[in-house]
């Protein structure tokens, strides 16, 4: 397994040295509560992405996410922390919206 998080660690610690804990402490809220909606009634292409050594939002979340949600995409990257799987998939990421504007409805 790759290195969990060194990189999304720090930049969460240089985050909480300018903003304070607010914003993570909502965040976390957020994985608690109930999201007002069932997850098995998402009727829209839906593509998860992860990083292996995110701390943050770690893979069990996609895992979670993926299994309930129908036709969900879960892609799991290894070495890479948090938001450092769409930084470095930006082009992939983009295309796979692209792809979808010509389905929609």
Do not use: C
């Not at 790759?2 to 909502?26: A, C, T």
């Not at 701390?55 to 969900?72: K, Q, W």
């Amino acid at each position: 397994k790759g290195k969990r998080g060194k990189g999304g660690k720090e930049s969460m610690m240089e985050k909480n040295r300018h903003h304070g804990l607010d914003p993570l402490v909502h965040e976390t809220a957020l994985f608690g509560s109930p999201w007002g909606f069932d997850l098995a009634r998402v009727d829209v292409p839906t593509a998860l992405w992860y990083g292996e050594g995110d701390s943050l939002a770690p893979p069990a979340m996609g895992e979670y996410l993926a299994d309930r949600i129908p036709g969900a995409d879960l892609t799991v990257q290894a070495d890479r922390g948090h938001l450092a799987v769409l930084g470095e998939n930006e082009g992939d990421i983009v295309e796979w919206l692209r792809a979808g504007e010509s389905t929609a409805v």
